[in-house]
């Protein structure tokens, strides 16, 4: 029914909840009704970003009315440690503190100001310690949270030996803030028989539940864990609400009295870990042409305390340093730094991002150093037909679109014609300059821990035709709901109208993996379908009875629009056949099931398959940069991307839009900066910029590559939430190309990431020396 003209699949659609959004109507834990009797909840953190705890005590604050409770580390009753992958982060601080603002105390009480005014007379002594701060001082005291991981093909250094053309460098990306419009939040309301519903901001209530119960002793069928919505999450909130949710049932267990934990913007800026920070160095090897012969590379990123998810983060980094070129010999090695910073954790791209920059930053420097276009440069060592088809894992690039979306965006965007137009300006223009680029992704799309790449759902059909939806995947704002009610509409051939999406929630769907890895349209979809087409099956031979077909011609009963119709057009209402079916005692509620085939991975021989397909993107960058403020401005970006057959072709359009510019801001004016004491200096928008309406490009093109179904995926779909953020990385080539302007020719730029205006005026300042300098020598012969 998908290609229906009446199906809601493959066309544009509001997001479900874009009027409750504006309105306010839209509910989020904070939102939600406050049960009798709730208490809040304040942390004592500490001040040192490495410590030994001498002394703790909270007799004075203990006496304060209002003070419900106030609990440390040996006050939990089952496991003070949790983590998604290992358990090596504790609730509460035991001996030492590895960061400053670890939890060392918790204190419960009647309302905010009693709850920080009690954790303020909580008496805790340290004995400061030396911070670990940085990649490069972790890597000098031999600080790390993971083995070295290496991905090898051919003899690379051979090929590097052999290569006419070498290019060396060292490439350093920083943090960034999540920065969601809300905040973390839990609120756990205790139950009967020591049980606790959990309402948490999460993209991973399974998670929550594990980890609740962990802490508590108690198993996870006495924790259930409710989502209504999400205010924005980009991974934050993938491993990082299960703190807050730990604390409020803590709480709970202990005063048996309901718990809400939220933390402002200060205290979620300063407490929660951001985008792994990456420090890198390669060598790169390549012909004249600006061929990519050979790259070897060894990154490091900072994980912070705990390991949290940074090794599948590098993991993915080193998936990633390829792109979207074919490297015929190659070397990659990474590992994780244990530093006294919170834990960073994943965020859009998941690592992607910071490795892609490497083998762009080579391409950069070649294409600079030749005087070649970057874009020919780039095109050139597109991954093709075989061999130029693996991965340096092994795994094949299938249904390859990078060259068809190259030669489709040169054309609409007048690539050759811009550029030379932009060459003339620069020439002309002593102070302003403009840049331009051409920028291609390729992005693996499946969880790499083959494990979570399953999902399933829960769909009930009521015997007035109307329909509850419930998956296992969490809305935070990207429109997965919207998707998942057009696949569901879709499947029942019934109004999108009459299906209602309901909160995620571990006692309606079990055992979910997070709303994380681009995946949550693909695996839900999967399964919210096979719940609806047992449904259906169910319903067919009812529906035939009706319109008096003989049995064996069920299957030919369509269902759509709200009706169920025979071959020979006769119809029913689908609220009849479905009251029809109660009556005749029919179940109507199912069960659906999915789990993506094909992923492994040994990660002790560096190959494998982890990941079901690639998704592939395209942008052209034009910027405008001013020589004499190091200011910088988007002229016009056009973007063509493969999204696959859209489920819904707005909400891709919104994905696209919004990952480019969240990409932009990290390259750009996305400063996290901490001082040598481990104290975060950028806790808030006054300090942080993100981008802002003004930011975007004065003229933003996006369209959806044509006829690019993709086999074995739901209704031919692809991905969209993570792909698009590193189109943004052409921003940095555009900025390189309009700075190269202001310097002499065949020069390599060096640009600190993030461009900010200061690191942008050095380049600029750098290349006009550089400039200058050769001029001198010029006029001295």
């Known amino acids: 029914m998908s290609n229906s003209a009446k199906s809601p699949l493959h066309r544009p659609a509001l997001h479900d909840s874009g009027y409750r959004h504006a309105s306010g109507e839209a509910r989020y834990v904070d939102d939600l009704p406050e049960p009798r009797g709730l208490l809040r909840a304040a942390l004592v953190t500490s001040p040192h970003a490495r410590a030994r705890i001498t002394r703790r005590d909270a007799t ?81 005291a031999g600080s790390f949270l993971t083995d070295p991981h290496v991905i090898a093909r051919g003899e690379v250094e051979q090929a590097l030996a052999e290569a006419p ?251 050759a014609t811009r550029r030379l137009a932009i060459e003339a300006f620069n020439a002309t223009s002593p102070h302003i300059k403009r840049g331009l680029a051409f920028q291609p992704v390729k992005f693996g799309i499946s969880f790499t821990n083959s494990l979570l790449n399953q999902a399933g759902a829960l769909v009930l059909v009521y015997a007035d035709g109307t329909v509850q939806l419930n998956h296992g995947g969490v809305e ?79 299957d030919a009963v369509r269902f759509e629009v709200g009706r169920c119709v025979a071959p020979d057009g006769r119809d029913l209402p689908f609220a009849e056949v479905a009251n029809a079916c109660w009556v005749r005692q029919v179940a109507l509620s199912a069960t659906g099931y999915y789990r993506t085939p094909g992923i492994a991975y040994d990660a002790s021989r560096g190959r494998g398959t982890p990941f079901y397909y690639f998704a592939f993107g395209g942008a052209v960058i034009e910027v405008e940069l001013n020589g004499l403020t190091g200011e910088h401005r988007l002229r016009r970006v056009d973007i063509l991307h493969d999204v696959g057959d859209s489920l819904v072709t707005t909400i891709d359009r919104g994905q696209i839009e919004g990952g480019f510019v969240q990409g932009w801001g990290w390259l750009t004016c996305e400063e996290v900066i901490y001082d040598d004491t481990g104290r975060l200096h950028t806790p808030g928008p006054s300090t942080y910029k993100i981008p802002a309406v003004g930011d975007c490009p004065d003229d933003l093109r996006v369209a959806l590559l044509r006829d690019a179904a993709q086999p074995g995926t739901i209704h031919g779909s692809k991905a969209v939430g993570e792909p698009p953020f590193m189109l943004a990385i052409g921003a940095v080539t555009a900025l390189r190309h309009a700075i190269a302007a202001f310097g002499p020719a065949r020069r390599e730029v060096t640009l600190a990431l993030p461009a900010t205006p200061e690191a942008l005026l050095h380049a600029v300042e750098d290349a006009r020396a550089a400039l200058g300098q050769r001029e001198a020598r010029g006029a001295a012969k």
Not at 80 to 109: C, M, S, T
Not at 115 to 127: F, N, W
Request: charged share 20%.
């Open 476 to 554: 935070m704002g990207q429109g997965l709901h919207t998707k998942m009610l057009a696949v569901a509409a879709d499947a029942l051939g019934v109004p999108v109208e009459t299906v209602r999406a309901m909160n995620t929630a571990t006692d309606k769907v079990p055992n979910t993996s997070a709303t994380a890895a681009s995946s949550g349209s693909d695996i839900n979809g999967q399964a919210v379908r096979d719940a609806c087409v047992a449904i259906r099956a169910r319903m067919r031979p009812v529906a035939a009875d009706l319109l008096r077909l003989p049995a064996a011609e069920a």
């Open 60 to 140: 004075a604050a203990r006496q304060m009315p209002g003070a419900a409770a106030i609990l440390f580390a040996e006050d939990v009753p089952g496991h003070n440690g949790i983590g998604p992958v290992k358990h090596d982060e504790p609730i509460l601080a035991e001996d030492e503190v590895l960061f400053r603002g670890q939890a060392v105390a918790v204190v419960y009480g009647t309302d905010f100001e009693t709850c920080r005014t009690a954790a303020a007379m909580v008496e805790v002594d340290y004995e400061p310690l030396p911070p670990i701060l940085g990649i490069r001082a972790a890597i000098e």
């Open 165 to 415: 053309v070498r290019v060396e460098g060292e490439v350093s990306s920083g943090a960034q803030d999540h920065f969601y419009l809300e905040t973390q939040a839990a609120l756990a309301i205790p139950d009967e028989d020591d049980s606790y519903t959990v309402y948490s901001s999460t993209q991973h209530p399974t998670e929550v539940q594990k980890m609740v119960a962990h802490v508590l002793g108690i198993g996870s069928q006495r924790v259930t864990c409710e989502v209504p919505r999400l205010g924005g999450g980009f991974g934050g909130k993938e491993s990082q609400a299960s703190n807050w949710g730990c604390l409020a049932a803590l709480g709970a267990r202990v005063t048996g009295r309901p718990v809400k934990v939220w933390l402002n913007r200060d205290e979620d800026m300063c407490f929660t870990g951001k985008r792994h920070p990456f420090w890198s160095s390669y060598r790169a090897g390549f012909d004249e042409q600006g061929n990519l012969l050979a790259l070897d590379v060894h990154i490091y990123s900072d994980g912070g305390w705990v390991t949290d998810l940074s090794g599948p983060v590098l993991d993915r980094a080193l998936f990633h340093l390829d792109n979207a070129y074919y490297v015929p010999a190659l070397r990659f090695e990474g590992r994780v730094c244990k530093t006294n910073v919170p834990s960073n954790t994943a965020f859009r791209g998941f690592g992607g991002p910071q490795g892609m920059l490497v083998v762009e930053d080579a391409l950069n420097r070649v294409a600079e150093r030749l005087g070649l276009d970057p874009a020919q440069v780039r095109q050139r060592n597109f991954y093709g037909d075989a061999p130029r088809d693996r991965t340096p894992y092994g795994q094949q690039v299938a249904n390859n679109r990078l060259q068809r979306i190259w030669t489709e965006l040169a054309v609409s965007s007048e690539y």
